[in-house]
T-cell receptor
Framework: GEDVEQSLFLSVREGDSSVINCTYT??????LYWYKQEPGAGLQLLTY?????DMKQDQRLTVLLNKKDKHLSLRIADTQTGDSAIYFC????????????FGTGTRLKVLA | EAGVAQSPRYKIIEKRQSVAFWCNPI?????LYWYQQILGQGPKLLIQ????????DSQLPKDRFSAERLKGVDSTLKIQPAKLEDSAVYLC??????????????FGSGTQLSVL
């Protein structure tokens, strides 16, 4: 069945790089997404990657996709305290209802 | 551009009571979703509308949950009667259209429901 897994917690020091990992199961997924959720707020789209790409860079964010292993990662360079939040990986099916499947979320804590 | 509006922001009820949540999507967005987010988990899709039609309600507990989007714009989600395990944040999201392309979801801030 469809499943998206993430590690629960990550703690880094301000200025270091953060790497958040995700594994998914639906090999037919065309798009994979990263969302950020701050306390008391909804999810905000950070970036996405098309399945025929290996890497996508967007300012401080780098997304790496390993289709063979169904592994997705989000690297945040020069992590700031404002990056503290929960990060969700999501896969989207490319047929039927095109629904999103979200991971359990990784709570990132940035230490000053 | 106004975002996805949801109300109320918080709701506390006792079990077996009824509750309703309201969502107004971004203007022009044809697709509307309701998600349930239990503490410590990712959002789980409850129901998806395309305009005023239901696309997917396979995970909606239909014995107690109902949702409608009568005019293809705003939507309400109702729980009757509520159970303790319904305590969660209910998120509404919208997107321009349901396609195979890069469909971006825009989320509201959610309604936090506590069932006592």
């Amino acid at each position: 069945g469809e499943d998206v897994e993430q590690s629960l917690f990550l703690s880094v020091r301000e200025g270091d790089s953060s790497v958040i990992n995700c594994t998914y199961t639906d090999s037919s997924s065309t798009y994979l997404y990263w969302y950020k959720q701050e306390p008391g707020a909804g999810l905000q789209l950070l970036t996405y990657i098309f399945s025929n790409m290996d890497m996508k860079q967007d300012q401080r964010l780098t997304v790496l996709l390993n289709k063979k292993d169904k592994h997705l990662s989000l690297r945040i360079a020069d992590t700031q305290t404002g990056d503290s939040a929960i990060y969700f990986c999501a896969e989207r099916s490319t047929s039927g209802t095109y629904k999103y499947i979200f991971g359990t979320g990784t709570r990132l804590k940035v230490l000053a | 551009e106004a975002g996805v509006a949801q109300s109320p922001r918080y709701k506390i009820i006792e079990k077996r009571q009824s509750v309703a949540f309201w969502c107004n999507p971004i203007s022009g967005h044809a697709t509307l979703y309701w998600y349930q987010q239990i503490l410590g988990q990712g959002p789980k899709l409850l129901i998806q509308f395309q305009n005023n039609g239901v696309v997917d309600d396979s995970q909606l507990p239909k014995d107690r949950f109902s949702a409608e989007r009568l005019k293809g714009v705003d939507s309400t989600l109702k729980i009757q009667p509520a159970k303790l395990e319904d305590s969660a944040v209910y998120l509404c999201a919208s997107s321009l259209a349901q396609t195979g392309g890069t469909e971006k979801l825009f989320f509201g801030s959610g309604t936090q429901l506590s069932v006592l």
